[in-house]
């Protein structure tokens, strides 16, 4: 059928004409989709504001050949507006949007689209520190993809953990034995947080030192880039942010 609705979620945009919009979105049901909003920059545009970043709405879209052209959209989580006004929840699902921008259309599934609109309600109330969410949300994506961190026994050979070592190219945690030189040394309160992060166990999370969250935030960074193969442009804000606990100290 030549229309077709869905749920999504806006994680970018970009100007085309005078009026309109093409706009990306990792949808529910239809993987990534890109399409053209006609007519939403005009200040009289019934559904603008409903597609704009970090925003899901409900959409109704017409199938084009190389672009699809939405119709009509109706909001199901204004959570921009909360979102902007703060600059770590921002940077945060800056970052957040632009990972689910570089997912391979093998990739963007349901499971994919319910946790980016999971992690972006809980940005957009405050529920936890905005780096944490993003740093679960960052595992959790990897995870779905096929690429969970080893955080228990030795990511290359298997040896029975705990192992201070980490690196992103062999696939988390390490032993000595496998641990290049130079290899970034990781304490147990990280590790700790790491599994607590990938789990959701929020009240290990929210209790850790903010030395261990910054640690974590960078080792996470780190092998989420290595394996996306390519640099989060947004991740360099975030992790230039001292974050609320930080700055209490």
Known sequence: ?????????????????EADRIVTCLSRRNGKIRAVAKGVRRTSSRFGARLEPFMVADVQLYRGRSLDIVQQ???????????????DRYTAASAMVETADRLNEAEATPQQYLLLVGGLRALSRGDHAARSILDSYLLRAMAMSGWAPGLGDCARCGLPGPHGAFVAQLGGIVCTDCAPAGSVHVD?????????LIAGEWETVDAAPAAATAAASGLVAAYAQWHLERGIRALEHVLNDPGPQEARR
């Open 73 to 87: 959209a109706e909001s199901l989580g204004a959570y921009g507006a909360e979102i902007a006004v703060h600059y």
């Open 1 to 17: 059928m030549p229309t077709y609705r869905d749920e999504v979620v806006v994680l970018r945009t970009h100007k085309l004409g």
């Open 188 to 196: 147990l309160t990280t590790t700790d947080l790491l599994q607590a």
